[in-house]
């Protein structure tokens, strides 16, 4: 029985095709290997923005300990690469990230194939599961830490509920999307609760939440953050606090991109293997 999702989440009748999807990337890195001109509109754009902040710089409008210019920066982060300080923070917050999304998909996945199959499921989660979204993670992970202690436990825990929602949103829409059709010919064949499951609506239902699962892959890198804010020496966002507290402003803007490129690295492999499963699978 179908729960009770709001009307933009709705099933279109007669269409395997879900209504609800997230944007997927414009390019591959196949497409810009042979088209390289493609990307030209995001490097306008990057240098648009480099040259606006290296004018602000020259303008002194602002102190160079507050906004340093964007050589400095990449001198800043060119040191961080050389001496491998970006590569040691970066394990801790990757592993806490990969780790937290795991974690998070694992009760994500099923709940929100229960959503979109259980009234009842539906029902009973449905108030608690919008109620968790006004709880800020900041103010989640030091009572996670009083909880679980300092260590990978409390930021893996925080990651799990940064990519939880978005991952059960997904699920219940891929699944709530599946063609009714498809699914009552399944019946008529026989199909019980596990291989329809399995061979219905899973795989019709996949771009969708392989798109949820990539864009909650990306959220975890924000939970492990936060995390190490509240415990000040571990990862990325251990590091900020460190130049912060050395007032070191080159390194936290250094560190800034390294977390930027980081998520956008995640993203991307997210999304190839994505692309790999999918036309392995012929969707």
Known sequence: ???????????????????????RPAMSLGMLVRHPLRLLPSLLLGLLFLAGWQMVVMTDSVADFLLP?????????????????????SRTTLQESLIGFTLGALVALPLGYGLARSRWIATAIQPYLAASQALPAVALAPILTLWLGYGLRPIVVLCALIVFFPMVINTAVGIANVDREVIAAARVDGAGFWP?????????????????????????????IVGEFVLGDRGLGGLLEIARGNFDTPLVFATIVMLMLLAMALYYCAWGLERILIRKLGL
């Open 1 to 23: 029985m179908n729960a009770d999702l709001p009307a933009e989440y709705a099933p279109s009748r007669g269409s395997a095709e879900p209504t609800t999807q997230l944007a």
């Open 69 to 89: 210019s964007p050589a400095t920066v990449a001198r800043a982060f060119w040191r961080g690469l050389e001496s491998g300080l970006f590569w040691r923070y």
């Open 196 to 224: 329809m499951a399995r061979y219905i609506e899973m795989p019709l239902a996949l771009p969708v939440l392989l798109a949820g699962m990539r864009t909650s892959l990306t959220l975890s890198v924000t939970g492990a």
